[in-house]
């Protein structure tokens, strides 16, 4: 059974920058999208930033300019730069990954939390 593991949550202030990585816990063939996803208290799970296996990104319009994400193909990881944190990025981040045979791995998700 494949676990996605992620890490990097926390509290952090507005203005500040945190970084998510999400691991896999043993190798997946052909990961095809890596993304990131959140959801926050009484509302629906969003897309934050995607990935695919040739670089190609798409990110949320309310993350455009201060989030970004890269792969390491060779460590089956993603990563999610965030930048000029705001309070409504607060939420559960869960990374997601999308493979051969159009498996959908989803990680346990990490609290990142705005607020001063």
């Known amino acids: 059974q494949v676990q996605l593991v992620e890490s990097g949550g926390g509290l952090v202030q507005p203005g500040g920058s945190l970084r998510l990585s999400c691991s896999a816990s043993?190798?997946?063939?052909?990961?095809?999208?890596m993304g990131w996803y959140r959801q926050a208290p009484a509302k629906q799970r969003d897309l934050v930033a995607t990935i695919t296996n040739g670089g190609r990104t798409n990110f949320a319009d309310s993350v455009k300019g201060r989030f970004t994400i890269s792969r390491d193909n060779a460590k089956n990881t993603v990563y999610l730069q965030m930048n000029n944190l705001k309070p409504e990025d607060t939420a559960v981040y869960y990374c997601?990954?999308?493979?051969?045979?159009?498996?959908?791995?989803w990680g346990r998700g990490t609290q990142v939390t705005v607020s001063s």
């Open positions: 043993r190798s997946i063939f052909n990961i095809y999208t």
């Open positions: 997601n990954f999308y493979a051969l045979g159009a498996v959908n791995y």
